[in-house]
């Protein structure tokens, strides 16, 4: 009976983990666009100096930067391993999850 579905038709491992995976992934797509919104709640700290940023410009772009890249530099940032007073303090005042609901928007949002 434990082999069965609602319908008494016969439902097998493979689709029962087929099943969990998908339901998964749908999970991990609600909470990283949960953490997406909060980034962009806190990003607009950001946004007076890389909003502005040009190529020229000694501000680096973060629109499109790779969650990983962005997380390791917030990081060292924060542990005064990368100087910088302004990004240092505001690093400082981060929790990691702050950093990687960041990480999640800046690697989605587009220039406005």
Request: aromatic share 10%.
């Amino acid at each position: 009976m434990a082999d069965r579905d609602y319908k008494g038709r016969r439902c097998g491992k493979f689709f029962r983990a087929a099943l969990a995976g998908a339901f998964l992934a749908f999970a991990a797509s609600a909470v990283y666009a949960a953490d997406a919104e909060l980034g962009r709640y806190l990003a607009s700290e950001c946004m007076p100096c890389h909003g502005a940023s040009t190529a020229a410009s000694a501000i680096p772009n973060i629109f499109g930067i790779a969650p990983s890249a962005f997380i390791e530099v917030m990081k060292g940032y924060r542990s005064r391993e990368l100087a910088n007073p302004v990004m240092q303090t505001i690093a400082s005042r981060l929790k990691d999850d702050e950093i990687e609901a960041l990480a999640a928007y800046f690697a989605i949002a587009k220039r406005e």
